[in-house]
């Protein structure tokens, strides 16, 4: 059951840990003005898509003509992290009616995911906390966006400056973060080295964007086996 006191803790706090993602956001929205995309189209992206990762690939490959199909390709490679997020999720909500589906996809986010799955294995997952907490998330990533982009008309007009201040280099301390809310101890270490392998050996070798999918599929395939053979 969603109580507004869960929804409203869940809200606050997550503010903090929303807030790491606020020099990211204002990096993207500098990047989305170097391309070229409004204020407007800069906001609509985040809103509907709010996903910093695949947001970047997709600017990355942003020209005229767009190519539509290996930009959807490469979102897609870059956000199926949240395939498995959403599973570790599904046997901790048995019962969610569907029309609630689509809002706890959407909040599904790295930070709220982290925190709140982190309570379900401890038997204390509330929905009304992980609600609040996503939408909290998606309110600063949309409001750091927009003011990356406004930035990028006057003080952040410099690109060099961007990188100087080390804006570039945010989404990847949030991600290392978030793994380090999820690490378990010596069991996690072997199937984190297997897929950190796999990842750098399909960079190397293939290019592109494949070796978040390789990565993540060998280093869970490892560790499924594993369990498998110990059980």
């Not at 800069?42 to 490959?61: E, H, K, Y």
């Not at 400056?161 to 989404?171: E, N, P, S, T």
Request: a positive charge; charged letters at 10%.
């Amino acid at each position: 059951m969603i109580t507004w006191q869960s929804f409203r803790a869940g809200a606050v706090r997550m503010i903090v840990p929303g807030l790491a993602s606020l020099p990211f956001g204002i990096g993207f929205g500098v990047a989305a003005a170097q391309k070229g995309l409004s204020t407007f189209e800069t906001v609509l992206m985040s809103v509907s898509v709010m996903a910093g990762t695949s947001q970047m690939v997709a600017l990355d490959m942003w020209a005229q003509p767009l190519p539509l199909v290996a930009l959807a390709v490469s979102v897609f490679v870059a956000n199926l992290r949240y395939f498995v997020m959403g599973a570790a999720l599904q046997p901790y909500l048995p019962r969610l009616p569907w029309w609630l589906h689509p809002i706890v996809w959407y909040t599904t986010v790295d930070q709220n995911w982290a925190i709140n799955v982190e309570e379900a294995r401890r038997g204390r997952l509330d929905l009304g906390k992980f609600l609040g907490g996503g939408l909290v998330t998606a309110s600063i990533w949309a409001g750091s966006t927009l003011i990356g982009r406004i930035a990028a008309s006057g003080v952040l007009s410099d690109a060099s400056l961007v990188r100087r201040l080390g804006l570039d280099f945010v989404g990847v301390a949030v991600f290392v973060v978030v793994a380090a809310l999820l690490f378990r101890g010596r069991r996690d270490l072997a199937p984190w080295a297997v897929a950190i392998g796999a990842a750098l050996a399909a960079r190397t070798l293939l290019g592109g964007n494949w070796y978040i999918v390789i990565g993540g599929m060998a280093g869970g395939l490892f560790g499924a086996l594993r369990d498998v053979r110990q059980s």
